[in-house]
Every structure is written in C-alpha cells, then in structure tokens.
T-cell receptor, first 115, second 111 residues
C-alpha cells in the first residue's frame, strides 16, 4: 500500500510555457503533500507544503506565483510551473503523508527540461 | 545553512562487506530521522527510520544508529549487495512533519 503516482515522468517544453505536474495518492488519503526539487548531485530541496483545501505554504526563496500549487482533494495535488524558463529545468518530486505514519511516500518524480 | 549534512558524496564497497553511510545534523530539536534510497530519475524509496528515543533500529540488512550527543546517525548495510548501489539520503524532522534532507551519498557496491 501507500502508492504515490506522479505524472508526467518527463516533460520538455519551450521557454514561456506552463507545465502542470500531478501527484496522486492511489490507495490512501493524503492530508499533506510536499513538493521537492532536486538539481543534479544535490539534495532534495523542499519547495512547499500542500494541505487539502487550503493555500500551500512555500519555503523561503520559492516564488509563489511561479510555482502554483493546488491541493483540491485528499488524493490529488498539482504543481504548475508558470512561464517556465531554462533555469526551472530540474527534477521535481512530490511526497505524501498518511495518518499515523511517520514516513513520506514519494512519487517517481518529473524531469522538466525547458528549452 | 545546511541543517542535515552527508559529508561523503560517494562510497565504494566490495560485495559482501559492510557499507557505512554517515549523516550529521545541527538542529537538536530534530526528533525523527529517515533513510531513503534513490535511483536516477526515480523517487526515493523508504529504507528505515529511527526516533530520538532510540539509539538503534534494525531491519534485515539495514541498521540505523543514532548518537544524539554527537548529532550523528549512520546507516549500516551488511552484507552489501550490488543492488544496493544507489544514492542514499538521510532526512530529519521535528515531529515527523517537515523533513530536511541531506545532500546524499552515492554508494557503489563492487561485485
């Protein structure tokens, strides 16, 4: 159990376009989902914490208007990279908590390449 | 300010021997720690956890040791297998809510 599905796994887009990444908890309800970003050979950097039905909490230095997060239901959170630029190219990973479980369950990640 | 540090970016170990991955942290409020394994272009998978009330937790070939006074934890894998080759991240949190990840250690197990 505790499967987190993330789509797409890989996306290439032109500079200036927007990209939406979906994160779904398939077999549990996730009251909280987290979005991370990873540059090559670096750590997972927490971007924002997403709670169902409320506004996301962004980490310092993360642009809210650039990275739009919507957590519309207990099983779905989306991250939209708006007006993407080459410097937004990165590996984005979502994770989810389930009740009474201290672990995070991760999606498989999305490799975003902005040309 | 890197609150969770993995000072060894890479480690090579012979198959069958012990792999020891280290992690240091600076925030004494951290009370829950996780180890994750990650393959390229995939999401991390959970390995083992430990809370601050313990100093050791074991699960099969994986054992995590916590030294609170030194703010140090380590992951032992024994015996190491080629399939263990991956990047290993430690993560720490206050109250199992928001985790801070280390920079990762790339383990290579040589056959």
């Amino acid at each position: 159990g505790a499967v987190v599905s993330q789509h797409p796994s890989w996306v290439i887009c032109k500079s200036g376009t927007s990209v939406k990444i979906e994160c779904r908890s398939l077999d549990f309800q996730a009251t909280t989902m987290f979005w991370y970003r990873q540059f090559p050979k670096q750590s997972l950097m927490l971007m924002a914490t997403s709670n169902e039905g409320s506004k996301a909490t962004y980490e310092q230095g993360v642009e809210k208007d650039k990275f739009l997060i919507n957590h519309a239901s207990l099983t779905l959170s989306t991250l939209t990279v708006t007006s993407a630029h080459p410097e937004d190219s990165s590996f984005y990973i979502c994770s989810a908590n389930r009740d009474r479980d201290e672990k995070l369950f991760f999606g498989s990640g999305t490799q975003l390449s902005v040309l | 300010d890197q609150q969770v540090k993995q000072n060894s970016p890479s480690l090579s170990v012979q198959e069958g021997r012990i792999s020891i991955l280290n992690c240091d942290y600076t925030n004494s409020m951290f009370d829950y720690f996780l180890w994750y394994k990650k393959y390229p272009a995939e999401g991390p998978t959970f390995l083992i956890s430990i809370s601050s009330i313990k100093d050791k937790n074991e699960d099969g070939r994986f054992t995590v040791f916590l030294n609170k006074s030194a703010k140090h934890l380590s992951l032992h894998i024994v015996p190491s297998q080629p399939g263990d080759s991956a990047v290993y991240f430690c993560a720490a949190s206050v109250g199992t809510y928001k985790y801070i990840f280390g920079t990762g250690t790339r383990l290579k197990v040589l056959a």
